[in-house]
């Protein structure tokens, strides 16, 4: 009995610290992935309120008017989260907020609380959550 307490934790403990696959059969990482990824899209359309992001991860922003605005959510509760975020109006700016912190280009120490994409200006945004501020990626 004692033997097979202690093979049945042995093999708990292994395989809580597994490799996971997807198309080959010797993982390098935590998850590897050999072959296409496809992520959630969505397509924002603004409206006369500011419209929060909160799903998604490659987001098309449609603004309707001139720098309307589109939320990320608060930082703090969403460590690590990474958007991608395109304007694809290609007349109208769009304005990128957050709920809370700040929104930092990479490289720099300097926030700034509104980010404007449009043609040929930051069109598309990689944005990452360090769980304090987002820091965003032209």
Same mark, same amino acid.
């Given at each position: 009995m004692k033997r097979i307490v202690l093979i049945t934790i042995f093999l708990c403990s292994v395989m809580s610290f597994s490799q996971v696959g997807v198309g080959t059969t010797d993982p390098k990482?935590?998850?590897d992935i050999n072959g296409n990824l496809s992520v959630k899209h969505l397509t924002l359309v603004g409206d006369t309120t500011a419209k929060l992001?909160?799903?998604g991860v490659y987001l098309s922003v449609?603004?309707?008017a001139t720098d309307q605005e589109f939320r990320l959510p608060d930082p703090t509760q969403f460590p690590g989260r990474v958007y991608i975020?395109?304007?694809i109006n290609n007349t109208i700016t769009a304005k990128l907020t957050t709920v809370a912190g700040l929104l930092f280009p990479k490289g720099t120490?300097? #926030?700034t609380v509104e980010v404007f994409m449009y043609e040929n200006n930051r069109r598309t945004?990689?944005?990452i959550?360090? #769980?304090v501020n987002w820091t965003f990626i032209e």
């Open positions: 990482s935590t998850l992001i909160d799903d449609n603004p309707q975020i395109r304007n120490t300097t #926030g945004l990689i944005v959550s360090d #769980g």
